[in-house]
């Protein structure tokens, strides 16, 4: 039951050209487990946490709102928790779904959801997967303080830390379309969680995007990863279900880019608004970073299809961060998403993009990203991400 | 019933202590109105286009859109833009209220929209104004193409621009707090229109905010001002009340800052994602660049309460941006806002922040903001702005 909250690490994705299962039939393929393979002892010093100190928030935001606002209201009245199951939320018009286990909302694309070219960015679908994660844990009853921590996990000093997301764009909403988002949960290993969603057309249930995660817990205080007390196990397994949004996730691991990628931003530095609840820099504005290290004439003609990050350790207020890029040049070579045409072997993005007449002039259609903190003596990771891309069927400039 | 669009200015405000007046009982005062004495003939080449080159977008995003996802699923389908006037929108959360003319939209404070202190950002405030100002068009059954511009609006190839936004904040909800949104329209003078708002509690109506703007109508081919048309006037005059949000709205004209400026952030240059739908930088991105010229730590210490812009040009991705920043040092010698207590003259804001005793070491209250963009021979003035601030209560540091 876990939120995919201020920190979210993405893993490499393939461009798949066959997306089309649905996801409504629950597929009962075993699961691939990502990132757990280090449990219960290692100490991990630079993973996120996911809902470290909000108890300390709590307070001070408390007292700010009781006196400006109104002395006899406290804040968790005003945010309204549920103690029990609910199956239905009118105000986040959510849903429980699948059996009792999985959770659906609807949304709306809003104005400023959108960019220039009037589809949902990125950064807004990363924060509808954020925000449906945390009202399905909302909904559930067992939501504590904190970002999708549950009463067992707060007992055991437990939060979520965030290994890898991936997410798959097949085609961006746009502004005022209505939208479906289901999202629910799995085990992954003996002791982490996997998150998954699914974002569809509410009118023609057409599927946007779909995402996938991986949550283990660690112990706040003493910062090493943690098994799952049985006490939360019995919190979330009857929450477990065994179907995927991205069936066949291959799961490849990010190649560490060094100083010789080809496209480097530095010197960025988190500003006041980057920083979430706990004073990290949030997952948004990773994902900004990485974006704009790509030349924009690449971007104004290509729209993104997939990204995966994988986290590696939290970066602050204080840090200066590098965002390194480099192409993957050798798409044509690659034995993966090739469609065979008329002898030629191209990716399937090529196809969709500008069919073949067009395809040799479009530059690589995957990037790997790095961004580090730039260290006197070395560099530290904080998050190594791919990013797959389509070419824009129709790149006319939009009149000012 | 033009919508908070892309670009909204904002202009000078006192921070009333006294803004408990309901907005519920329909008030008579007359109007004031601001920048519209210019009409109809002025070349105004600065103001913002809230809705031009829409036609030529959405050309280019359907010929994207339907290649890409549904070959027979036009662009206004997936909108669905209303043709009649509704009376609810179930997916919006939208509902016709004010004897027919005002709209109220319930919305939830989402996970991603607050900051650090799990308090809503004044950027998801401005963010909801804005969306909810385009809601009330979507529902009246007038929306074109376009950012709220009306049916006869677009025929006459006419646009909303914004000279003014003001939006007081008397406290901020928190994450997952339930809010009610209102927000109508009004004359100002005879070719322009006044838009309000008013933010409250769901749960104990409580007002968190208000906001109001002014809006003229520009040709988009000539970019001149011009009157409004019978035709337009018809639509949408019967949509105005006289009610305000804002009460007591003295409309101070913003002084123009120079370089001699106490804080001065240079070389600004927007990012891709800081454009809107017309390439231009949106209104969010000029308040970010306004607030991070404020010192961090009065920003740590303080809460905005008030905010005021006043468009004068837009900006383009091209544009490299100045954010002027001086405080008002003579506040407790100023005639504005002072309270009397104990033979002390203070601002409100001090009584409210910290009480008589810390009233003295707590810096300026209020900021005059000037974003311009540096020429060669003579910088331009994009926007103008004030701020207002209180104290916070509690700078209890948060925990990591």
């Known amino acids: 039951m876990a939120s995919l909250a201020c920190y979210v690490s993405f893993a490499p994705i393939r461009c798949s050209s066959n997306r089309d299962n649905n996801p409504n039939n629950q597929q009962l393929n075993s699961m691939k487990i990502n990132g757990t393979s280090a449990m219960s002892t290692t100490k991990i010093e630079g993973l996120t ?11 001070a935001v408390t007292s700010r709102a009781e006196t400006e606002y109104n002395t006899n209201t406290k804040e968790q009245t005003r945010q309204n928790i549920p103690t029990e199951k609910q199956l239905v939320d009118p105000y986040r018009q959510g849903l429980i779904i699948d059996n009792g286990v999985g959770y659906r909302q609807t949304v709306v694309i809003r104005s ?13 679908i990363l924060n509808l997967l954020q925000e ?12 504590s303080d904190g970002f999708g921590a549950t009463h067992g996990m707060m007992k ?9 997301l991936q ?13 479906e988002v289901d999202t629910w949960v799995g085990a992954s290993g003996k002791n982490g969680m996997r998150r998954d969603w699914v974002i569809r057309s509410h009118e023609t249930g057409h599927v946007f995007a779909r995402g996938t995660s991986t949550w283990v817990m660690m112990n706040q205080k003493t910062r090493r990863l943690s098994k799952m007390p049985e006490e939360v196990r019995g919190e979330i397994s009857p929450w477990f279900i065994t179907k995927k949004a991205i069936p066949h996730d291959a799961s490849l691991k990010i190649k560490k880019l060094d100083d010789k990628a080809k496209y480097v931003t530095t010197n960025l530095k988190p500003k006041r608004s980057d920083l979430d609840m706990n004073h990290h820099v949030n997952n948004v504005k990773y994902v900004r970073w990485m974006l704009e290290t790509i030349p924009d004439k690449y971007l104004e003609s290509h729209q993104l ?19 390194l890029c480099d192409p993957e040049e ?16 191209l990716p399937s993005d090529i196809l969709v993009g500008r069919g073949l007449m067009g395809s040799f002039d479009m530059g690589p259609m995957k990037f790997t990203h790095l961004l580090q903190i730039k260290g006197e003596r070395e560099n530290e990771e904080i998050v190594r991400g791919r990013t797959t891309w389509k070419r824009k069927i129709s790149t006319i400039p939009f009149s000012i």
């Open 132 to 143: 449906t994660a945390l009202n399905h844990v909302w909904m559930s009853g067992l939501l």
């Open 112 to 124: 400023y959801e959108v960019g220039a070219d009037k589809t949902a960015t990125l950064e807004s």
């Open 305 to 323: 299809s997939s990204i995966t990050l994988e986290y590696r350790r939290e970066c602050g207020r204080a840090d200066i961060v590098q965002s």
């Open 330 to 345: 050798d798409e044509v070579q690659q034995g993966n998403d090739i469609n065979i045409l008329n002898g030629f072997s």
């Open 49 to 59: 946490q996911s809902s470290t100190g909000l108890g300390t928030t709590l307070v």
């Open 156 to 164: 055991n000093d437990l939060i979520w830390v965030v290994t890898r």
């Open 167 to 179: 997410v798959q764009v097949d085609s961006y909403p746009i502004w005022g379309e209505v939208l």
